[in-house]
């Protein structure tokens, strides 16, 4: 699977938009990007993925660009709860495929 | 999102002794699961891949005689540590692979401690 880097860690400030950007520069065209969140001391929770379009649901939006090699999750309205370790993983969508954790980006929310 | 429960969600046990922690998917079938350990202050890190009615594959430099997995049903997988050692002391979390949409759901984690 494609290596992703991310910032170690960010602050932004509740209420509003979060940026959390990935570079994927060495995605294949098979790969997806799936990103989840781990909130201290829980599992990771599944926010979004996408392949090659901008993908939305209740949680996040997602934008790849047009050459795939990075993306960036956007949290529309931050609030405390959203507090936690922002992991960005690149694989294929294949049945059983495993998921390789990095560093991941600590997001805090500010008040 | 489907929801994936682990039992017991904290241990406490002696040296010497074999802890079993459970793994369900509650709203999917799942035939593929997965084991993660996580140290404190690191990511997670895989385990072991486990298909519904076979063999687990361990990843490198797991003990596949340490780590007992067994995936006997499409809702069910659990761990085993045998012999566990204060070095085994860990936060240990379990996904499991929905068919429909190829993604992984996470459970909340056992944390051990193994004294």
């Known amino acids: 699977d494609a290596k992703t880097t991310q910032p170690t860690s960010m602050d932004c400030a509740e209420g509003r938009a979060a940026n959390l950007p990935c570079n994927h520069s060495?995605?294949?065209?098979?790969?997806?990007v799936y990103w989840y969140r781990q909130i201290h001391s829980q599992g990771p929770q599944y926010i979004i993925h996408?392949?090659?379009n901008n993908e939305t649901n209740e949680m996040a939006s997602l934008i790849i660009t047009e050459d795939r090699k990075s993306s960036t999750l956007i949290l529309p309205h931050a609030t405390l709860r959203d507090t936690a370790v922002y992991y960005c993983?690149?694989?294929?969508?294949?049945?059983?495929?495993?998921?390789?954790f990095g560093g991941g980006t600590r997001v805090l929310v500010k008040p | 999102g489907a929801v994936v429960s682990q039992h017991p969600s904290w241990v406490i046990c002696k040296s010497g002794t074999s802890v079993k922690i459970e793994c369900r998917s509650l709203?999917?079938?799942?035939?593929?699961m997965f084991w993660y350990r996580q140290f404190p202050k690191q990511s997670l890190m895989l385990m072991a891949t486990s298909n519904e009615g076979s063999k687990a594959t361990y990843e490198q430099g797991v003990e596949k005689d340490k780590f007992l997995i067994n995936h006997a049903s499409l809702t069910l997988s659990t761990l085993t540590v045998t012999s566990a050692h204060p070095e085994d002391s860990s936060f240990y979390i379990c996904s499991g692979l929905a068919g429909d949409t190829d993604t992984q759901y996470f459970g909340p984690g056992t944390r051990l401690t193994v004294l």
């Open positions: 060495t995605i294949s065209g098979n790969e997806y």
């Open positions: 993983i690149v694989r294929f969508k294949a049945a059983g495929n495993k998921l390789t």
């Open positions: 996408g392949l090659k």
């Open positions: 709203d999917f079938q799942a035939t593929t």
